[in-house]
C-alpha cells in the first residue's frame, strides 16, 4: 500500500470527521451485538418455561422486554449506520474532491512538452477513473473494514465469553480464509493494473476518434476505425474477464468457509448441549453470530479487492504527479511589465523531438514598436513566441523583458501581460461572449463587442440566431476557420495586455477581411509591444521591424522598405505574392 501513502495528507485533514465517523461505526456495531444475544436469552426462557421452571407471566415478560431490546436496538443501530455513511462517505467525497484539484493543478503546471508524450485521453483517464478508485478505498474500503474489524472484536470476544471451546471451532475456517485472500489480491493487484492501462487506451482512442469525426468520415475509414476499436475493446474485456474470473472466487469461498462454521457450530455445540456444558440459547446465538459475521468475512475480500484495484490507480495518479515542470516561477517579488522584448544569441532545441529550431537569434523590440517575423514553415516563428511566453525556458543565450532575465519575472505577471493568438484557434465548448471573455472575466458585454468589431467578426455574430449566446461545439467546430481565428484575436485584443502576439492568425481569412483587421489592430496596439508571424507579406509590411527566419538562421531584417529593394527572400516572397494577387 506504499502508493496510498499519499493519501495520508488528506486523512489528516479530515481526521476529525474520520475519527467520528469511526466512533460512530463503533457504536452502531455495539447495537447489533445486542440483538443475537436477547434472541439467545429468549430462546432459553422458552425452554425454561417448557420446563416449568418459570411461569407465562414472566415468560411473556421476558419476551416482551427481550423484542423491545431487540427493536430498540435494530434502530439504533440502523441510525448510528445512516450517520456511519454520512461522516465517512462524505469524508471520501471530499477526498476525491482535493485529489481531483490536486491533479489538475499539477496537469496546469506541467510543460508542453509533457503534453506532447502523453495522450489526452490517458490524462482523463488518471483524473476521471483512476480516482473514481481511489475514493473507493478512502470511503467504503475504510468504513466497512472498521465495521468487519469493530464486529469480529465484539462478536468473538462476547463468543469467547460464552462458549470458549465452541468459539474455536467456529472461527477455525478463518486462517484459511485470510491466507487464500492474501494470494488473491496478489493476483486482483497485477490483474487491476493492466485493467487500467487498457481502459485509458481506450479513452485515448474513443477522444481522438471523436474529435477527429470529420477527418474519419471525409477518408470514409468509419469501418476501420470500428474494427480497431472492436480489437481495442476485445482486449479490455479480456483483461477484465481475466480479472473478474479472481474476484469471482470470493463469495462463493466465504459461502463454504461460513457453512463449514455453522455445521461446527450445530455439532460441537449440540454435544455440549448434550452433555448440559451450554444452554440450547448458546448454540442459537452462535449460529447468528456466525451468520451476521458472514457479510463481514465476505467484506474482506471486497475490501481487499478495492484496496488492490485503488493501490494500481493511486500508483498511475503518482506517476503524473512526481512528474517536475520544466518550467518554474523562481521570481519572489510581483512584475511590473513594460513589453521591451531582447533575444540575444539564442539556441533552442525541443527537448521532445530533440530539433533544433532557433540557432543564435538576436533581435530586440521597444515598447509600442511592432516586429514582424516571416518564413518558411519550420523555420523556427512560433518557436520565438513560446520562448516569449515561457512555455519553453531558453538553453542558450538570453532573453529578457524590460532588460530583466525572463526566468527572474514572476511567471503570473509576464503571461498576464500577454495576449496571445495561437496558429490553431482553440475555442471552448461555450457561447461566443465568453470565449472571448476567455482574455478578460470582469469584461462587459460592450468590451465584447468592441473587441469583436475590431477582429472584424461583429457582423458574422449578427447573422447567426443567437448573436453573442450562441453556443459552439467542441473546439469551435461550428463556426469556419476564419471565424475561429477573429474569435480569438478578439480574445486577445479584450485582455488590453502589454505585448501582444499574433501567430499567423489571419491565414484563414479573406485580404479584404485580413485588411481590416490589420488597420484596427494598428489602432488597437499602438501602445503595445507587437509580434506578428505571418506567411503573407501583406500582413508584415506595416511593422516597425521585419526579420526573415530560415531554418532557426536570421537570413535578412529590416523595414518592409528596406526589404523590397534588397534581392533576397523577402523581395523574392513580396513579388511572388503580388503576381497571385494580381492573377
Same mark, same amino acid.
Given at each position: 500500500?506504499?502508493?496510498?501513502?499519499?493519501?495520508?495528507?488528506?486523512?489528516?485533514?479530515?481526521?476529525?470527521?474520520?475519527?467520528?465517523?469511526?466512533?460512530?461505526?463503533?457504536?452502531?456495531?455495539?447495537?447489533?451485538?445486542?440483538?443475537?444475544?436477547?434472541?439467545?436469552?429468549?430462546?432459553?426462557?422458552?425452554?425454561?418455561?417448557?420446563?416449568?421452571?418459570?411461569?407465562?407471566?414472566?415468560?411473556?415478560?421476558?419476551?416482551?422486554?427481550?423484542?423491545?431490546?431487540?427493536?430498540?436496538?435494530?434502530?439504533?443501530?440502523?441510525?448510528?449506520?445512516?450517520?456511519?455513511?454520512?461522516?465517512?462517505?462524505?469524508?471520501?467525497?471530499?477526498?476525491?474532491?482535493?485529489?481531483?484539484?490536486?491533479?489538475?493543478?499539477?496537469?496546469?503546471?506541467?510543460?508542453?512538452?509533457?503534453?506532447?508524450?502523453?495522450?489526452?485521453?490517458?490524462?482523463?483517464?488518471?483524473?476521471?477513473?483512476?480516482?473514481?478508485?481511489?475514493?473507493?478505498?478512502?470511503?467504503?474500503?475504510?468504513?466497512?473494514?472498521?465495521?468487519?474489524?469493530?464486529?469480529?472484536?465484539?462478536?468473538?470476544?462476547?463468543?469467547?465469553?460464552?462458549?470458549?471451546?465452541?468459539?474455536?471451532?467456529?472461527?477455525?475456517?478463518?486462517?484459511?480464509?485470510?491466507?487464500?485472500?492474501?494470494?488473491?489480491?496478489?493476483?486482483?493487484?497485477?490483474?487491476?493494473?493492466?485493467?487500467?492501462?487498457?481502459?485509458?487506451?481506450?479513452?485515448?482512442?474513443?477522444?481522438?476518434?471523436?474529435?477527429?469525426?470529420?477527418?474519419?468520415?471525409?477518408?470514409?475509414?468509419?469501418?476501420?476505425?470500428?474494427?480497431?476499436?472492436?480489437?481495442?475493446?476485445?482486449?479490455?474485456?479480456?483483461?477484465?474477464?481475466?480479472?473478474?474470473?479472481?474476484?469471482?472466487?470470493?463469495?462463493?469461498?466465504?459461502?463454504?468457509?461460513?457453512?463449514?462454521?455453522?455445521?461446527?457450530?450445530?455439532?460441537?455445540?449440540?454435544?455440549?448441549?448434550?452433555?448440559?456444558?451450554?444452554?440450547?440459547?448458546?448454540?442459537?446465538?452462535?449460529?447468528?453470530?456466525?451468520?451476521?459475521?458472514?457479510?463481514?468475512?465476505?467484506?474482506?475480500?471486497?475490501?481487499?479487492?478495492?484496496?488492490?484495484?485503488?493501490?494500481?490507480?493511486?500508483?498511475?495518479?503518482?506517476?503524473?504527479?512526481?512528474?517536475?515542470?520544466?518550467?518554474?516561477?523562481?521570481?519572489?517579488?510581483?512584475?511590473?511589465?513594460?513589453?521591451?522584448?531582447?533575444?540575444?544569441?539564442?539556441?533552442?532545441?525541443?527537448?521532445?523531438?530533440?530539433?533544433?529550431?532557433?540557432?543564435?537569434?538576436?533581435?530586440?523590440?521597444?515598447?509600442?514598436?511592432?516586429?514582424?517575423?516571416?518564413?518558411?514553415?519550420?523555420?523556427?516563428?512560433?518557436?520565438?513566441?513560446?520562448?516569449?511566453?515561457?512555455?519553453?525556458?531558453?538553453?542558450?543565450?538570453?532573453?529578457?523583458?524590460?532588460?530583466? #532575465?525572463? &526566468?527572474? @519575472?514572476? =511567471? %503570473? +505577471?509576464?503571461?498576464?501581460?500577454?495576449?496571445?493568438?495561437?496558429?490553431?484557434?482553440?475555442?471552448?465548448?461555450?457561447?461566443?461572449?465568453?470565449?472571448?471573455?476567455?482574455?478578460?472575466?470582469?469584461?462587459?458585454?460592450?468590451?465584447?463587442?468592441?473587441?469583436?468589431?475590431?477582429?472584424?467578426?461583429?457582423?458574422?455574430?449578427?447573422?447567426?440566431?443567437?448573436?453573442?449566446?450562441?453556443?459552439?461545439?467542441?473546439?469551435?467546430?461550428?463556426?469556419?476557420?476564419?471565424?475561429?481565428?477573429?474569435?480569438?484575436?478578439?480574445?486577445?485584443?479584450?485582455?488590453?495586455?502589454?505585448?501582444?502576439?499574433?501567430?499567423?492568425?489571419?491565414?484563414?481569412?479573406?485580404?479584404?477581411?485580413?485588411?481590416?483587421?490589420?488597420?484596427?489592430?494598428?489602432?488597437?496596439?499602438?501602445?503595445?509591444?507587437?509580434?506578428?508571424?505571418?506567411?503573407?507579406?501583406?500582413?508584415?509590411?506595416? #511593422?516597425? &521591424?521585419? @526579420?526573415? =527566419? %530560415? +531554418?532557426?538562421?536570421?537570413?535578412?531584417?529590416?523595414?518592409?522598405?528596406?526589404?523590397?529593394?534588397?534581392?533576397?527572400?523577402?523581395?523574392?516572397?513580396?513579388?511572388?505574392?503580388?503576381?497571385?494577387?494580381?492573377?
Amino acid at each position: 500500500m506504499k502508493e496510498l501513502r499519499f493519501l495520508n495528507q488528506f486523512f489528516i485533514k479530515y481526521k476529525w470527521r474520520l475519527l467520528l465517523g469511526l466512533i460512530i461505526t463503533v457504536v452502531a456495531t455495539m447495537f447489533r451485538i445486542i440483538v443475537p444475544a436477547k434472541i439467545g436469552d429468549s430462546v432459553d426462557a422458552v425452554q425454561s418455561s417448557f420446563n416449568g421452571e418459570i411461569t407465562r407471566e414472566v415468560l411473556k415478560a421476558v419476551l416482551l422486554e427481550n423484542i423491545l431490546l431487540i427493536l430498540g436496538a435494530a434502530l439504533l443501530s440502523a441510525f448510528f449506520t445512516f450517520l456511519m455513511r454520512q461522516t465517512i462517505i462524505v469524508v471520501s467525497r471530499n477526498i476525491e474532491f482535493d485529489l481531483k484539484n490536486v491533479v489538475f493543478e499539477q496537469y496546469e503546471k506541467l510543460s508542453l512538452s509533457f503534453y506532447k508524450l502523453n495522450r489526452t485521453g490517458d490524462l482523463m483517464s488518471r483524473i476521471s477513473e483512476d480516482i473514481s478508485k481511489v475514493r473507493m478505498y478512502a470511503g467504503p474500503a475504510l468504513m466497512y473494514s472498521t465495521t468487519t474489524i469493530t464486529l469480529f472484536i465484539l462478536a468473538i470476544s462476547y463468543m469467547a465469553y460464552s462458549a470458549p471451546l465452541l468459539t474455536l471451532y467456529a472461527v477455525a475456517p478463518l486462517p484459511i480464509l485470510s491466507i487464500t485472500i492474501y494470494r488473491l489480491s496478489i493476483a486482483i493487484h497485477k490483474r487491476s493494473t493492466v485493467v487500467q492501462q487498457y481502459l485509458s487506451k481506450l479513452t485515448t482512442f474513443t477522444q481522438e476518434s471523436f474529435s477527429g469525426i470529420s477527418v474519419i468520415k471525409a477518408y470514409g475509414i468509419e469501418g476501420r476505425t470500428q474494427i480497431d476499436f472492436e480489437k481495442l475493446a476485445d482486449g479490455s474485456k479480456e483483461k477484465n474477464i481475466d480479472l473478474t474470473k479472481v474476484q469471482a472466487l470470493f463469495f462463493p469461498l466465504m459461502i463454504l468457509l461460513i457453512g463449514a462454521s455453522n455445521l461446527l457450530v450445530v455439532y460441537v455445540g449440540g454435544n455440549q448441549y448434550i452433555e448440559g456444558k451450554i444452554d440450547f440459547g448458546t448454540i442459537v446465538e452462535f449460529l447468528i453470530y456466525v451468520n451476521m459475521l458472514t457479510w463481514p468475512v465476505a467484506i474482506v475480500g471486497w475490501v481487499s479487492s478495492m484496496v488492490q484495484q485503488a493501490e494500481a490507480s493511486q500508483k498511475r495518479i503518482n506517476e503524473f504527479l512526481k512528474e517536475q515542470p520544466e518550467i518554474i516561477n523562481t521570481a519572489t517579488t510581483r512584475t511590473n511589465v513594460i513589453g521591451k522584448i531582447e533575444f540575444k544569441n539564442v539556441s533552442f532545441t525541443y527537448p521532445d523531438t530533440h530539433i533544433t529550431a532557433l540557432k543564435e537569434v538576436s533581435f530586440f523590440v521597444s515598447p509600442g514598436e511592432t516586429l514582424a517575423i516571416i518564413g518558411n514553415t519550420g523555420s523556427g516563428k512560433s518557436t520565438i513566441l513560446e520562448l516569449i511566453t515561457r512555455l519553453y525556458d531558453v538553453e542558450q543565450g538570453s532573453y529578457t523583458v524590460d532588460d530583466i #532575465a525572463a &526566468k527572474d @519575472i514572476d =511567471l %503570473e +505577471d509576464l503571461r498576464n501581460s500577454i495576449g496571445y493568438v495561437p496558429q490553431d484557434a482553440f475555442l471552448f465548448s461555450d457561447t461566443i461572449s465568453n470565449n472571448i471573455k476567455f482574455g478578460r472575466k470582469d469584461a462587459t458585454d460592450d468590451d465584447v463587442i468592441i473587441a469583436a468589431k475590431n477582429a472584424a467578426l461583429h457582423r458574422n455574430i449578427e447573422g447567426f440566431s443567437k448573436g453573442y449566446e450562441t453556443i459552439l461545439g467542441e473546439r469551435g467546430i461550428t463556426l469556419s476557420g476564419g471565424q475561429k481565428q477573429r474569435v480569438s484575436i478578439a480574445r486577445a485584443i479584450i485582455k488590453n495586455p502589454k505585448i501582444l502576439l499574433l501567430d499567423d492568425c489571419l491565414s484563414a481569412v479573406d485580404t479584404e477581411t485580413e485588411e481590416e483587421i490589420l488597420q484596427n489592430l494598428g489602432l488597437v496596439s499602438e501602445n503595445k509591444t507587437t509580434l506578428i508571424v505571418s506567411h503573407r507579406v501583406s500582413s508584415v509590411k506595416n #511593422a516597425d &521591424k521585419i @526579420i526573415v =527566419l %530560415e +531554418d532557426g538562421v536570421i537570413i535578412q531584417q529590416g523595414s518592409h522598405n528596406q526589404l523590397i529593394n534588397s534581392d533576397g527572400y523577402y523581395k523574392n516572397l513580396y513579388h511572388k505574392q503580388l503576381l497571385e494577387k494580381e492573377m
